[in-house]
């Protein structure tokens, strides 16, 4: 059997690589709006556009037929529905990676006695269990 050698790139490489081709890469949807909906902030567009996108990074396990069909009726069609929702949770995956290393640097840095107290700064930090906040 043949193996070829193949060069793995570190995981937060391999991540960024991946948020950039959501966001950026070619795609139906404006690469300017999945950029906002990898973000924390507004998303230009219909009004149902904003209100899935927030969905997504709030409370992704409640998105529903409805929420799809608002999109369709706001003229979107299934491959914009999935790029929005791709950038959606990738932008949450990238701040919740941030916070993650955030706690697990001011661990690695903090004196013994106050590495937990470090640790649950940084998990109290804005976006750490949601992924919404800077």
Do not use: N
Not at 100 to 116: I, K, L, N, Q, S
Not at 125 to 133: D, F, H, V, W
């Amino acid at each position: 059997m043949y193996y070829r050698w193949v060069p793995v790139r570190a995981p937060a490489d391999a991540f960024a690589s991946l948020l950039a081709r959501v966001t950026g890469g070619d795609g139906v949807t404006p690469a300017a709006q999945r950029a906002q909906a990898a973000g924390a902030g507004a998303v230009d567009g219909a009004p149902a556009v904003a209100a899935f996108v927030a969905k997504v990074r709030d409370h992704a396990y409640r998105i529903t037929d409805d929420d799809v069909a608002a999109l369709r009726a706001a003229g979107l069609d299934d491959d914009h529905v999935y790029e929005l929702t791709c950038a959606a949770a990738a932008g949450v995956a990238a701040r919740r990676l941030d916070a993650a290393r955030a706690a697990m640097d001011a661990h690695a840095a903090a004196p013994a006695g106050d590495a937990e107290d470090a640790a649950a700064d940084a998990a109290a930090a804005p976006g750490a269990r949601t992924g919404t906040g800077a």
